[in-house]
């Protein structure tokens, strides 16, 4: 029975934890405004931007921990990835080998 009890307490969609998130952020703007009402001035806000900026650390979370039944790109085709070229729309020139030692082939030039 607890079981059941503790399964209507457990955030499954992402629906639910947006809904979750909705009331954290409705309650801390009422703490936020109570704040704002018994510490007047620069305290007051410091501490009502400080029960907002919870909503987004939380929200974050909740949104993180709910895994997702579909995946971000559900039917899109693979799409290998686009080669780049380098300066001036060129790739960099490869070494000739010439399997004759270490001389380049300008060298045994005879002019």
Sequence with gaps: MLKKLGRLFTIKTRLEAWLVTYAIA???IERGRHYMEI???VGGWMLAVACTGV???AGGKL???VKTSQPALAAAPYRA???RRGVNGRS???RLQTGRGSKSRFSR???
């Design 39 to 41: 510490y007047p001035g």
């Design 81 to 83: 990835p686009v080669r």
């Design 55 to 57: 909503v987004f650390l």
């Design 26 to 28: 409705v309650g801390a």
């Design 92 to 94: 960099r020139p490869t």
């Design 63 to 65: 949104l993180d921990s």
């Design 109 to 111: 030039r005879t002019d």
